[in-house]
């Protein structure tokens, strides 16, 4: 059974940094992409960064050069990880972890919120 489980996030100052995690079990040596989106307010959800089986990585352009997604093996769990620097005010949003295995199979987490503040 797949599971997703989410930590970090919160309230940070304009400029500040967070890291947000998701640790992922199951079948782990089926995925084929792992990442993180966000949903704002009023907002469609988009996607932030993701990470392939491969290690293509790939960025927002509004989060290129200020955020970094990495990812880790470990038993039968994978954990990805995004490090948010600089954070912006409209970088504001319920951050959801995501996990696509083969071409059909996607998985969410519960989302976390992070809000920056002016």
């Known amino acids: 059974q797949v599971q997703l489980v989410e930590s970090g996030g919160g309230l940070v100052q304009a400029g500040g940094s967070l890291r947000l995690s998701c640790a992922s079990s199951?079948?782990?040596?089926?995925?084929?992409?792992m990442g993180w989106y966000r949903q704002a307010p009023g907002k469609q959800r988009e996607l932030v960064a993701t990470i392939t089986s491969g290690g293509r990585l790939n960025y927002a352009d509004s989060v290129k050069g200020r955020f970094t997604i990495s990812r880790e093996y470990a038993k039968n769990t994978v954990t990805v990880d995004l490090h948010m620097n600089s954070l912006k005010p409209e970088d504001t949003a319920v951050y959801y972890c995501?996990?696509?295995?083969?071409?059909?199979?996607?998985?969410w987490g519960q989302g976390t919120q992070v809000t920056v503040s002016s």
């Open positions: 199951g079948s782990i040596f089926s995925v084929s992409t």
């Open positions: 995501n996990r696509k295995d083969g071409r059909y199979d996607d998985y």
